[in-house]
């Protein structure tokens, strides 16, 4: 399994919200320096359990607060594969 990145997950979220003129890093807040509401958080994280083949944990989901966050989870449970 290849190790999933900023530029992947820029990816994913670019298929639900508009990115434009935004530059995601690991410290980018998800809400505020990313315009995300609940509703496109959930598509996006759906695309993200599809593209890596895991689920995330509902008390997980809880605790993204970053895009740090979403890319640790995301290759803590891909390197588990």
Known sequence: ???????????????????SGIKMVKGSVLGEDIKVDSKEMLRILSR????YKFRFDPREVLSLKTVGDILETVQRHTDAL
């Open 1 to 19: 399994m290849s190790e999933a990145t900023i530029n992947e997950l820029e990816e994913i979220f670019g298929e639900v919200i508009d990115l």
């Open 48 to 51: 993200i359990e599809s593209r």
